[in-house]
């Protein structure tokens, strides 16, 4: 990840268009929902009930029962959701206007250093970062800002690529009808890059539900502090669970975000 | 560091495999994206725990998960690549007796060869930083360190432990990139060269 790197857009963005340019074919007016949406939903909830159905007939010894309890699963399983979310929306205020900011002519020359800045976040191992920060602070508030710092990169640069992709011709068109420079990057610019900005803000906030595990030691809750003490009590029945767990939840997020991504779309590219 | 090498050898072995098994079909070529794409949004620390809770803690319940994670960003860059000839030159290739297997290796190969490169770079990176979450399973790699960080919080040598952490694993990456813009430089053929 040096930071020369060209500006490229995030590992999800080519199957991102993909399924946009099949999607264009296929039907000229998507809907917001469709019933392949009930696809992934589906088979989490298949894959959770086999594997409740599964500890529920289990004899479970004290540690086991003690994690394998509703309240405590709910309650970790919520401040995850709490957790990640919180990193993406942060990751979306910062990163977005950033990506706007080394887009405008005036202020281009900021680009270099910001990538740079965002690379330094993601390249640095967050693993190392939270046991440094770890040092001084814990709680909620460390852990969300480095993995915001860790996962800014994806929407920083899918919103460079989206803004530069919009056609030259649309952009003439639009400052041709009188809109101002505002006017066009809020109804021209912005609305065109979203697909491309939220296949990044995807990106994010899948990383960020991987790596809020590893804030265990920091208290920030979630289902980190279930895994890593079953690792190390050796208990493999509740770390198989938990990770399916985190698995699960993962994919649901990605699909929610992804519903949300295209509710958020206009009609016209939808 | 030498695990991470292992795991991008063998995820690009497998990988250009499968770019090249399937990038005749368009249908073939969608589905496998889709299914790596699916198998990339599965955090890392839960098929880490996913595999230990099956075959213990052991370097067998790291590496599969490290080569599936290497594997997405070449897989897709492979057929990428392997299907962006222009057609024009694979017509004039065929027009010159050139036949199916001399075709993939001079022709489409080298014309990939960009594209694929800049995917191993992708998955090199990611690999880097898995291999040091993938610590936790079996103690292998700097990642050690930082676990031996977390769990100490508070602790005379966290800071140190934290630091080593960090640093190297970024030295890392940096040297495997400018390895890669070494090897880039040397290996794309020259009319392939921007």
Known sequence: ?270 | MLLSLYTVLAAVAIGLLIAILTYRSRVRADFTIATAAVAFTLPSVALFGFLVSIVGSNLLAVFPVLVLYALLPIVRNGIVGLQSADPNVIDAARGMGVGGFRMLWQIRLPIAWPVILAGIRVSTQLTVGIVAIGAFVQKVGLGTYGYDALDNLGSVNTQNKAIVCILFVTLIALVFDAVFVVIRRFTTPRGARA
């Not at chain 1, 946009?20 to 074919?25: P, R, S, T, Y």
């Not at chain 1, 919520?78 to 990163?95: D, F, G, K, P, R």
């Not at chain 1, 770890?134 to 969300?144: D, K, L, S, T």
């Open chain 1, 1 to 270: 990840m040096s930071v020369e790197t060209p500006v490229q857009p995030d590992t999800e963005t080519p199957t991102q268009d993909e399924t946009l340019a099949v999607d264009f074919k296929s039907s000229h007016r998507r809907n917001v929902l469709a019933w392949r949406d009930l696809v992934t939903p589906a088979l989490v909830a298949l894959v959770l009930v086999g594997l409740y159905v599964d500890i529920s007939r289990r004899d479970l010894d004290t540690i086991e029962s003690n994690v394998l309890n509703r309240e405590s699963l709910t309650d970790a399983t919520l401040q995850h959701i709490y957790v990640s979310v919180s990193i993406a929306v942060l990751v979306m205020l910062v990163a977005v206007p950033a990506g706007i900011l080394v887009t405008r002519r005036r202020t281009r020359r900021l680009a270099p250093a910001v990538l740079a800045v965002a690379n330094v976040g993601q390249a640095a191992p967050s693993l190392g970062l939270l046991a440094l920060v770890g040092i001084y602070a814990i709680g909620f508030w460390p852990v969300v800002l480095i993995l915001t710092a860790y996962s800014a990169l994806s929407v920083l640069r899918n919103t460079i690529v989206g803004l530069e992709g919009v056609d030259r011709g649309v952009l003439d068109a639009a400052r041709g009808m009188g809109m101002s420079a505002a006017a066009v990057l809020m109804r021209v610019e912005l609305p065109l890059a979203v697909p491309v900005i939220g296949a990044g803000a995807r990106t994010a906030l899948v990383l960020a539900v991987g790596t809020v595990p590893l804030g265990y030691a920091l208290d920030a809750g979630g289902l980190g502090l279930p895994l890593f003490g079953a690792i190390k009590t050796n208990r493999p029945v509740v770390t198989f669970t938990i990770a399916v767990m985190i698995a699960a939840l993962a994919l649901l997020m990605d699909w929610a975000a992804g519903i949300l991504q295209r509710a958020a779309t206009p009609k016209g590219i939808r």
